[in-house]
Structure formats: structure tokens, C-alpha cells
């Protein structure tokens, strides 16, 4: 993981933190891995909110729907607590694995 900040007066971008996290689930000597890669961006809207911006593979909670993975982008107002997801949503890390490894 790295991550960059922004300094100065006027600058509405605080923060990019780029992920890459890989999971691995071994069973009886079969491997799953779950990548989760991508940037996280921290910044301020137009309007002062501060919003997070989460693009990849995250696994979580996202709008009230428990463990869940997104392949795509979130955007998260962190002021608002509004969350809209642009992409597809699956299971999570643990729920594949288990599927993967399960057949």
C-alpha cells in the first residue's frame, strides 16, 4: 500500500492511498486468491463534504448490505454518510474462497 497526500491552500485533494491486498485460501491442496487492487482517493466536493472514493475490488459494507465485494467504484459521501456504488457487487473474499474451494 502507498498513499501520496496533497498540501496547500485551495487544494480540495487530501489523500490517494493505492491497494493491493491479496487473500489466499488454501483447502486440501487447492489455492484461491482474491486480489483486491486499486486507488482510494480522499478529497472535498464542490459543496465542502468530504468524500471518499474507493475503485477496485473492496470488500465491506457498503449502503447497509453486509459483506460484500464491489468490482467497480464507490463513492462515499463521509460527511452525508450517502453511499452510491457503480459496478457490480458479489460476495465477499471469504464467500468466494469458499465457493472456489468447496467444488
Known sequence: MS???????????????VVHIDVTYNFEGDTFIY???GPD???????GDLILTITGR????FDGVEAVALSGHAV????????ELHGS?????????????AS
Do not use: M
Request: with cysteine; glycine share 12%.
Open 3 to 17: 498513499f501520496k497526500e496533497f498540501k496547500g491552500d485551495g487544494n480540495r485533494n487530501l489523500e490517494i492511498t
Open 58 to 61: 473492496p470488500g465491506g459494507v
Open 76 to 83: 462515499v459521501n463521509l460527511t452525508t454518510g450517502d453511499v
Open 35 to 37: 486480489r483486491d487492487r
Open 89 to 101: 457487487v458479489s460476495p465477499n473474499a471469504d464467500d468466494q474462497g469458499c465457493a472456489a474451494l
Open 41 to 47: 482517493h480522499l478529497y472535498f466536493n464542490q459543496d
